[in-house]
């Protein structure tokens, strides 16, 4: 095959794609020339990345990326360990991490990469969403028309008045990220993905300027201590909370370094100290519980998610029976009725990481529809719930309005939430690390007060990574578990009792009800209930006034790094606020240059957004896409291998 640069080259001054190269099997869209001149590749290569940092969403780019997938369909062919190293290799030199975590990372994910490449057919829907996960290229494509099926017609009413009974207390945590290899004293100032390790000597305590503190640091994931003094401050806060949801991601950022033994042990040890603590846990399972990180195959591609669901299973039954720990086992997901309160509630728990477009595995010629048929599953249990008079909450780790999440699963997951929206009381997510929520509409295209239909609450998270660590305390009613108010807990890390022997101190951070209820005219205190329309309306007053915008703004992060967000940028997180489906959030699918630029440098600054997605494989193809000396240095490895010719 002709050079890299003579093939990308074709596609920015080009007239498009011209011709058919059979390859294998199949027959493969290749870029054939359509100017009389081949120009030089550097200036090409220039052409292209430029055009890509303009926009990572255009004809250009797309094209471009299909003719990177077609180079690494080549390289992945020559099987797993060759893939492996020329993605090593690239990663290395693109500077994206340091050499370790790009060969661990990449050993872990690049067999399940290749695998996807060698069965994609270059050119199809499955590419398409490929250049968007794997490299930030291309817009999404549109969502395939499917009617999701409902064994009954909805029942026409609406959501019920909260009773007027004292209320339920229930405590919400998540992205815990617990590091066992967390040391006091290790330096917490690295080039790595997280620090407060003894990576090498320098990092050792009494050989750095930033020692780790006892409890914590930012530019680290959390010591067992910091876990403990939540649990042991939700004891406290909270002495007669009904029930507690922990919406996932137990194991740490070191995402080079995970095996299944490993984090086999961190889940059982986890789940061991929330039970110490003598909590009612209803779980669910983050996309860092896998081994690779982010990986869970479907059935129909292999059990290799099996132990996971199986240790899961184990640590869960105690709270949720041996009814729902059975269907755990099967798919990572569950339905419980809570034998608690007043009223009747069920709690569902996915597996969003089934919808995640880091789950590589999902990569299919054609893609599942449902896979593991959990879509099916929810459709009955909410059918069932419904006929009994339940009332449900709704809990998993990535929210499905996500701009990682798969626009056709997130649509089809919408179309049950409109369908069984008089039951599900709320749903709970973590995994943004970041103080947030969206709202579902039975009409995206006029999204208002009077339509909003479902409430996801995004909880912060507990590892110190994205702000000071936090839970949320919700308070219900006890009859249609409804939710009353939010208030959020931290742990300030500016307070010099944080990293004290006596521990950090938990203290009340704001009050949903308090803080915006007198911004869309409610009193105060009271019984009502923060509804969808409520909270529509509070996005509206953060549109509409620019204060108290930077003051919810400051919330997603506990105030702590906040930065500014103006103008695009105010504009697309309101538009995420209002957008439970994820083809109608603002935030676009394309590189983060910034991100990328920080990465290289060896700074940990840009982990903003990213902070639990992601992958070593999209940074380094990413650096590929838009850096035109690591393009042609990819070049050159091609012709290095063998794989290109001149």
């Keep these: 095959m002709r050079t890299l640069s003579f093939i990308i080259a074709t596609v920015a001054i080009g007239r498009g794609i011209a011709g058919h190269l059979g390859f294998g099997d199949d027959f493969q869209k290749v870029l054939t020339p359509g100017t009389a001149k081949e120009p030089s590749a550097a200036s090409s290569l220039g052409i292209i990345t430029a055009a890509i940092r303009q926009d990572a969403q255009s004809p250009i780019a797309c094209a471009a990326c299909e003719a990177f997938l077609l180079q690494l ?17 690239l990663c290395k030199r693109s500077g994206v ?3 370790d975590v790009c060969e661990g990372t990449i050993a872990l994910e690049g067999p399940i990469v290749a695998r996807g490449l060698r069965e994609m057919a270059i050119g199809s829907r499955t590419s398409r969403l490929a250049c968007v996960a794997f490299m930030g290229l291309c817009s999404h494509p549109e969502v395939i028309p499917r009617n999701v099926s409902f064994p009954s017609p909805g029942p026409g ?14 405590v919400h945590f998540s992205d815990i990220h617990i590091d066992p290899l967390y040391v006091v004293g290790a330096n917490a100032n690295c080039s790595k993905p997280i620090c407060c390790r003894e990576y090498t000597d320098v990092d050792k305590p009494g050989n750095n300027n930033f020692p780790a503190g006892l409890h914590g640091e930012h530019a680290c994931d959390a010591p067992v201590s910091l876990e403990e003094s939540m649990f042991a401050a939700i004891r406290q806060i909270v002495p007669d909370a009904a029930f507690s949801m922990f919406t996932g991601d137990i194991v740490d950022h070191a995402v080079w370094d995970t095996t299944q033994a490993r984090n086999k042990f961190d889940i059982e040890d986890t789940y061991a100290r929330m039970s110490r603590a003598r909590m ?37 039954s105690p709270w949720i029976g041996t009814r729902a720990a059975a269907t755990t086992k099967e798919f990572g997901a569950y339905s419980v009725k809570y034998p608690g309160g007043v009223g009747n509630l069920r709690v569902i ?7 995640y477009g880091h789950n590589y595995w999902l990569y299919e010629e054609p893609m599942e529809a449902d896979p593991s048929g959990q879509l099916a599953w929810l459709v009955s249990e909410l059918d069932a ?15 499905m309005g996500s701009h990682d999440a798969f626009h056709d699963g997130s649509n089809y997951f919408d179309q049950i939430v409109n369908r069984y929206s008089a039951t599900i009381a709320a749903m709970f997510f973590g995994h943004t690390h970041f103080d947030e929520f969206e709202l579902s509409y039975r009409d995206y295209e006029n999204r208002s007060h009077t339509n909003a239909l479902a409430m996801s609450y995004i909880a912060p998270s507990m590892t110190p990574t994205s702000g000071h660590p936090a839970f949320r305390v919700y308070t219900v009613d006890p009859v249609t578990f409804s939710v009353l108010d939010a208030t959020t807990y931290i742990a300030n890390t500016s307070d010099p009792s944080f990293n004290s022997a006596e521990g950090p101190k938990w203290t009340k951070y704001y009050s949903a009800k308090e803080s915006y209820g007198p911004l869309v005219g409610t009193e105060e205190g009271g019984g009502y209930e923060l509804t969808p329309g409520f909270w529509h309306n509070v996005t509206e007053a953060l549109e509409n006034n620019s204060t108290a915008f930077e003051e919810y703004y400051a919330r997603r992060r506990r105030g702590w790094a906040v930065g500014t967000c103006e103008g695009e940028c105010r504009d697309a997180e309101i538009c995420k606020l209002r957008a439970a489906r994820a083809q109608d959030n603002c935030t676009p699918p394309g590189l983060r240059l910034d991100l990328l630029e920080e990465r290289r440098k060896g700074h940990r600054a840009g982990r903003d957004e990213e902070e639990c997605g992601g992958s070593v494989v999209r940074d380094t193809l990413g650096s590929l896409a838009v850096d035109e000396d690591i393009l042609m240095a990819f070049n050159g490895i091609l012709l290095e291998k063998g794989v290109l010719h001149t």
């Design 73 to 89: 369909k080549l390289v992945a062919s020559r099987g797993d360990d060759f893939f492996i190293d020329i993605m090593t290799e």
């Design 97 to 99: 991490q340091d050499a």
């Design 157 to 170: 009413t609406n959501r019920p008045p909260p009773s007027g009974l004292e209320p339920l207390r229930v």
């Design 280 to 316: 009612l846990v209803y779980g669910t399972a983050g996309n860092h519980e896998a081994s690779p990180s982010n990986s869970f195959p479907p059935p129909a591609v292999g059990n290799g998610s099996q132990w996971l669901y199986d240790v899961l299973s184990s640590s869960w």
């Design 349 to 355: 728990s996915l597996n969003t990481n089934m919808y």
């Design 385 to 399: 719930a419904e006929k009994t008079g339940e009332r449900v909450y709704i809990i998993g780790h990535m929210p």
